[in-house]
Nanobody, 122 residues
Framework: QVQLVESGGGLVQPGGTLRLSCAAS????????MGWYRQAPGKQRELVAR???????NYADSVKGRFTISRDNNKNTVYLQMNSLKPEDTAFYYC????????????????WGQGTQVTVSS
């Protein structure tokens, strides 16, 4: 079983900065991609940023240039550096591991964290 735990959410003022972390734990031997998704009230869950094991990244247009995703493959951890935060960034942010493979039990699958709230408000 693979477990994802997010941290780093909170309340910040517009223009502020947050750094989200997501650590995957379990008998993991590989994760294809890790990413961050968010869902605001009344809106569809959307991809924020995603990073493959090989280092390729992609971002939502709305966060490009402001957010940076990074991975530590050895630690099975993904980070999201969020700069110049805007009120429209307010959402519940979820960590995702795509193609996470574990030995106990032997399985590869898609896993989600419990989420962390990010609120950008004056």
């Amino acid at each position: 079983q693979v477990q994802l735990v997010e941290s780093g959410g909170g309340l910040v003022q517009p223009g502020g900065t947050l750094r989200l972390s997501c650590a995957a734990s379990g008998s993991i031997f590989g994760i294809n991609a890790m990413g961050w998704y968010r869902q605001a009230p009344g809106k569809q869950r959307e991809l924020v940023a995603r990073a493959t094991r090989g280092g390729s990244t992609n971002y939502a247009d709305s966060v490009k240039g402001r957010f940076t995703i990074s991975r530590d493959n050895n630690k099975n951890t993904v980070y999201l550096q969020m700069n110049s935060l805007k009120p429209e960034d307010t959402a519940f942010y979820y960590c995702n591991a795509d193609g996470a493979c574990s030995n106990n039990p032997p399985r590869c699958g898609d896993y989600w964290g419990q989420g962390t709230q990010v609120t950008v408000s004056s």
